[in-house]
Structures are given as C-alpha cells and as structure tokens.
C-alpha cells in the first residue's frame, strides 16, 4: 500500500525557518511533490524532486532522499502569508498519493 | 486565463439526486485527474486519464461515480444517487507528464 506521514500541525514565527518533513512508504516512485494550500484554496505547485538532493527556488528549498523514504520542505524568511497547508505528495505509476498535509502557523 | 478551470464551483444537492462537474484542462495537457478532498485530508486520487483514455480508477471510487474525457479536452465527473458522505471537494488537476500537476480551483459539493 501508499503511506505518506507528515506532522499534523506546527507553529513558527514571522521571519524564522522551519522544517516540515514528510516520510513515504510507496510500492512506485517518480517523484516527490510539494504543494502550498490555503484554506478554502486548490493546493499550488511549490517544488518537485525525483533525484536525491536539495532544490533551492527562493525562499522555499526541498529535499529528497529515496533511500530513507524521506522528504522536508524549508521554509525561510517566513510571512505572515506563508500561513496555509503543506502538502507532500508521490507520484507512482500515474497516481500521485497525498499526505494529509501539515498545518503551518506563522505568529508575528 | 490560461489555468485549469473547473465548474461549477459550487454545488449543493438533496440526497439522492445525481450531480455533474466540468473540468477544463490546460490545452496543452493531456494528462487530466480527479481527487475528492475532505476537511484536515490530502486530496484522495479518484481516477487518470491520458487524452481520452481512462487508465486508472479508485478502488475506494463506487460504482456511482464515473468520469469520462470524451475528445481529450475537457472532463465530466458525475455521481448518481448523492449520499452526505459525498460532501466534499472535487479537484481537478491537469498535467503533460509525471513531474507536472496543476490544480483547478475545484467544486464544492454539499449534499443535504
């Protein structure tokens, strides 16, 4: 079966870094995405890894390790609007299998 | 706007009654997928089309509900016979290969 784990909730402060991470048991990989959404929203596009290794794209950066099953999206500079859902999300054999996503809490 | 669209984007029902959603990909994908997606969830697959082709389909997808992509454009996601527990959000996401997902803003659907 597909098992994506993620923290339920976390809370940081404006200006800070955190660390939302994500581990994934699939029976197929071809890649790991990570998604933004607000309440009430469609969930947008932030990063995509297929190969191990950290993606940096502004303030936002993602890493991969395939062989730990194992993911974590960087958030730097932290606003007030980067208060939303984190979504990891794996794609395998046409599917892309969701994890509950991370509520993120940015306090002034 | 060139993004993926979906309609309507609201939808209440009573019990029983069958509903249709339209999703309108982005033109130049031809990957096009359904999730549902519930308070606190992640989206939940529903079904995979490539072109017209339906490839994968739920499991967890009943025999109420069916899709279908009849020219490789746009999709239709019905359900017959509604129940509350289909109360949800309908997502609509297009793409041209396995690295790419591009949501629409989706149909909310509340069945009374």
């Known amino acids: 079966g597909q098992n994506i784990d993620q923290p339920t909730e976390m809370t940081a402060t404006e200006g800070a870094i955190v660390q939302i991470n994500c581990t994934y048991q699939?029976?197929?990989?071809?890649?790991l995405f990570w998604y933004q959404q607000h309440a009430g929203e469609a969930p947008t596009f932030l990063s995509y890894?297929?190969?191990?290794g950290l993606e940096e794209k502004g303030r936002f950066s993602s890493f991969l390790s395939r062989s730990k099953g194992y993911s974590y999206l960087l958030l730097k500079e932290l606003q007030m609007k980067d208060s939303a859902s984190y979504l990891c999300?794996?794609?395998?054999?046409?599917?892309?299998?969701f994890g509950s996503g991370t509520k993120l809490n940015v306090k002034p | 706007d060139t993004g993926v669209s979906q309609n309507p984007r609201h939808k209440i029902t009573k019990r029983g009654q069958n509903v249709t959603f339209r999703c309108d990909p982005i033109?130049?994908?031809?990957?096009l997928y359904w999730y549902r997606q519930t308070l606190g969830q992640g989206p939940e697959f529903l079904t995979y089309?490539?072109?017209?082709?339906?490839?994968?389909k739920s499991r967890l997808l009943s025999d109420r509900f069916s899709a279908e992509r009849p020219k490789g454009s746009f999709s239709t996601l019905e359900i017959q016979r509604t129940e509350q527990g289909d109360s949800a959000m309908y997502l609509c996401?297009?793409?041209?290969?396995?690295?790419?997902?591009?949501f629409g803003p989706g149909t909310r659907l509340t069945v009374l």
């Open positions: 996401a297009s793409g041209y290969s396995t690295d790419t997902q591009y």
């Open positions: 033109s130049e994908h031809n990957r």
């Open positions: 999300a794996v794609s395998s054999f046409n599917k892309f299998y």
């Open positions: 089309f490539q072109n017209e082709a339906q490839l994968e």
């Open positions: 890894n297929v190969l191990d």
């Open positions: 699939t029976s197929g990989f071809n890649g």
